[in-house]
């Protein structure tokens, strides 16, 4: 995992974008916060106002930008007379505060700040990740439906007696604080499971969540072994099913540095009932190891279905492998370097094709020479890509591209800050040069992970929109079921 200053969930953010990001990602809905919230445009010169808002920037210089609440922008704040800066201490940018100031004009002068305590209260819906060093991952799901993730609690190894007894399906309250995009715990507490969670589909604890109906899972399947760690992947299929399956392989995003196969949500999941297998598969992480381990990794995965395909009644002609984010890099990479030496690793069934048959790519990254120093990127190449100019060419799926590679499906939102739709046009364009078959979908107004504007209320798990997996379902459909 990152260090407490470097970025999870988003990356390529300039940090005069962070502000904007961050509302995104912090989710005010799942937020319970306590501040006295002033009326600015009612003051009159010299009154003390109360505000709360998020502090855009670092507490270590002379003055201050917070976007309060109500505000399109952040403002300017200086150091009023008799503010003590050692109340600075412990805020970081884009931490939550409350701040009193006097306003004349344009001038704000700051008299008190305070950084809030968010708490969020929700079902452990991701399995939590430990990494060692401390390191930790785990996403919650808050009662408006909303998930986010909380990693790294600070100081390290603060709650990590708590986190070894927790399961998936538990329900926690966490204090935390938001550090450059990243939620970090202060506190974590295990609530007991609320009566809703004993239903039908309800998961026992530190057990997955029961699927509907009809759906077989075959869960934890070893692909390949890394000295004793275990690559596992999971298995979904219609349980009625003959025959061979055409197998939609999902690869999670997570910057390359978090997440694994049951993060949640898993949009491929509800294409068992269009009669494919669904496979979701574990990589390793930026924090375990560098590039291109993550690639080694998901051509082991698609070598070992391929393999095995007779014993789990898989169609090893007919594999489509579908991800998003850092997820979208990586099976962009699974269908431009299908069988290329120089990537394929030596983790297991040695000779069997790692080609795959047909690409759905949200919103991944391609050229890290242009993301350069974002720090999911440095996280992933070991340093910065204009360091390790031929890992950064290696990792481009754009060098790979030839007249074979696989059809396309493309899909990014045209007001993404994290990972710019240029990244996914570069992508296209090459694909068309090499006369390759590519469907582009640029979806106007959203941002990462499908969601809205950045700087609007975010909409929680937008991804998962009827629209946007109709078109996913009609490309495979089409490409493996040959429907027109």
Known sequence: MQNNRQKTRAFGIDNHLAWLASLAVVGWASLALAADVGKPNDAKAGDTINAAGILTTDGNVNSLMVLTDGEEAPAKYEFGGGFDKQTLKGIFSVSRVQLAYVRDGD????????????????????????????????????????????????????????????????????????????????????????????????????????????????????????????????IFKPSMATGKLPLVIWVHGGAWSAGNKEWQPIPALPMTARGYAVATIDYRLSGEAKWPAQIHDCKAAVRFLRAHAKEYNLDPDRFGVWGSSAGGHLVAMLGTSGDVRELEGDLGNPGVSSRVQAVCDWFGPTD?????????????????????????????????????????????????????????????????????????????????????????????????????????????????????
């Open 107 to 234: 001038i704000r002068k700051l008299l008190k700040i305070k950084k809030e305590t968010p708490v969020a209260t929700g079902t452990v819906t991701g399995s939590v990740v430990l990494l060692g060093n401390n390191a930790f991952w785990i996403a919650v799901k808050t009662k408006d439906g909303h998930i986010d993730g909380y990693a790294d609690s600070w100081p390290p190894g603060k709650v990590n007696a708590t986190l070894k007894t927790l399961h998936k399906g538990d329900t926690v309250r966490i204090k935390y604080h938001t550090d450059f995009e990243r939620h970090r715990i202060d506190a974590l507490e295990v609530l007991p499971t609320p009566a809703q969670a004993n239903g039908p589909n309800a998961a026992a604890p530190g057990q997955a969540a029961k699927l509907p109906e009809g759906v077989q899972a075959l869960r934890d399947v070893e692909y390949a072994k890394v000295g004793a760690t275990s690559l596992l992947l999971d």
């Open 368 to 484: 890290l020479l242009v993301l350069d120093n974002a720090n999911p990127v440095k996280g992933l190449l070991g340093g910065p890509a204009s360091e390790n100019v031929d890992k950064a060419k290696q990792a481009n799926p754009i060098t790979w591209i030839s007249k074979d590679a696989p059809p396309f499906l493309i899909m990014h939102g045209d007001q993404d800050k994290a990972v710019s739709i240029k990244q996914s046009e570069l992508l296209r364009e090459a694909l068309r040069k090499a006369g390759g078959w590519v469907k582009f979908v640029a979806i106007p107004g959203v941002g990462h992970d499908f969601r809205g504007p950045e700087g609007a209320a975010a909409v929680p798990w937008a991804i998962l929109k009827p629209e946007y997996l109709k078109t996913v379902n009609e490309f495979f459909d089409e490409k493996l079921k040959g429907k027109k």
